[in-house]
């Protein structure tokens, strides 16, 4: 049995009110492709998401990229297609041992910081996804989840 499967991250919320310096954050989904359940490796994949800052020249922009939940848990989110579902996990480091999420149940999210070059700077992140092995899926075709991407940013010392 093959699915076609797609985790969506949604670049929807960002921190705060606007100032001199400004931030967005985009992404790419987290497309799974094919799974087969009688396959005794885990599926795996990845996605990106990409922090764009505006500014003055040279300022520090200090933030942090949190994953909302989406269906199921951090550390076991759910797919759904329909009236089945198939357990994904979205994670911070390649060994996906870290699940991403919003610092909560056991989740990590990321802080990083950069100086602004030439008014603008662009940084992006790998998430690493995995669909693990063993689930009998009574449906098949596709399969999706969509949860929210939050950056929070802070420069010059003030949050934005």
């Given at each position: 049995?093959?699915?076609?499967?797609?985790?969506?991250?949604?670049?929807?919320?960002?921190?705060?009110?606007?100032?001199?310096?400004?931030?967005?954050?985009?992404?790419?989904?987290?497309?799974?492709?094919?799974?087969?359940?009688?396959?005794?490796?885990?599926?795996?994949?990845?996605?990106?998401?990409?922090?764009?800052?505006?500014?003055?020249?040279?300022?520090?922009?200090?933030?942090?990229?949190?994953?909302?939940?989406?269906?199921?848990?951090?550390?076991?989110?759910?797919?759904?297609?329909?009236?089945?579902?198939?357990?994904?996990?979205?994670?911070?480091?390649?060994?996906?041992?870290q699940p991403w999420?919003?610092?909560?149940?056991?989740?990590?999210?990321?802080?990083?910081?950069?100086?602004?070059?030439?008014?603008?700077?662009?940084?992006?992140?790998?998430?690493?996804?995995?669909?693990?092995?063993?689930?009998?899926?009574?449906?098949?075709?596709?399969?999706?989840?969509?949860?929210?991407?939050?950056?929070?940013?802070?420069?010059?010392?003030?949050?934005?």
């Open positions: 049995m093959k699915i076609k499967l797609l985790a969506s991250l949604l670049m929807v919320s960002l921190g705060g009110a606007l100032s001199a310096q400004n931030c967005s954050v985009s992404t790419s989904g987290t497309a799974f492709g094919d799974y087969s359940a009688s396959s005794n490796q885990p599926r795996d994949t990845s996605g990106t998401i990409v922090v764009i800052c505006h500014g003055t020249e040279r300022s520090q922009i200090s933030y942090t990229i949190k994953l909302g939940l989406g269906g199921g848990t951090f550390s076991l989110r759910q797919m759904k297609s329909t009236n089945s579902s198939l357990s994904y996990g979205l994670y911070i480091d390649a060994s996906r041992t999420g919003d610092g909560t149940g056991g989740a990590s999210y990321l802080s990083d910081s950069f100086s602004l070059i030439n008014s603008s700077s662009t940084k992006s992140y790998t998430v690493y996804g995995r669909i693990p092995t063993g689930q009998s899926l009574s449906l098949t075709g596709a399969y999706a989840d969509s949860l929210t991407v939050t950056l929070t940013y802070s420069a010059g010392g003030g949050q934005n």
